[in-house]
């Protein structure tokens, strides 16, 4: 009923930039905070950028300054904007949403598939 899509992805090297598109799509009645997490081999996924259905943003520590995340409510799409990238940026980067969906008022947390970044040095 409901589904996360991303895309942007790809192979980039150290310094350049990508943006990542998170689409949610089906029968969504509203959307909360948005976020974009990444995986990387070996490691736990942990949270990069996340944005509240205000306006609200949060980052880690390791991407401050570099990485801005986005909304356009209209779209219920989600954008990272990732500059200056490192190689320790390689990760697959999902996408994370609450929504509610159909006639409930109650929001659940739904995950993209994942898009996979690589940075080259």
């Known amino acids: 009923q409901v589904q996360l899509v991303e895309s942007g992805g790809g192979l980039v090297q150290a310094g350049g930039s990508l943006r990542l598109s998170c689409l949610a799509s089906g029968s969504i009645r509203s959307i909360g905070a948005m976020g974009w997490y990444r995986q990387a081999p070996g490691k736990q996924r942990e949270l990069v950028a996340s944005?509240?259905?205000?306006?609200?943003?949060t980052y880690a520590d390791s991407v401050k300054g570099r990485f801005t995340i986005s909304r356009d409510n209209a779209k219920n799409t989600a954008y990272l904007q990732m500059n200056s990238l490192k190689p320790e940026d390689t990760a697959v980067y999902y996408c994370?949403?609450?929504?509610?969906?159909?006639?409930?008022?109650?929001?659940?947390?739904?995950w993209g598939q994942g898009t996979q970044v690589t940075v080259s040095s």
């Open positions: 944005i509240t259905s205000g306006g609200t943003t």
């Open positions: 994370n949403a609450d929504i509610a969906w159909d006639l409930s008022t109650r929001r659940f947390p739904y």
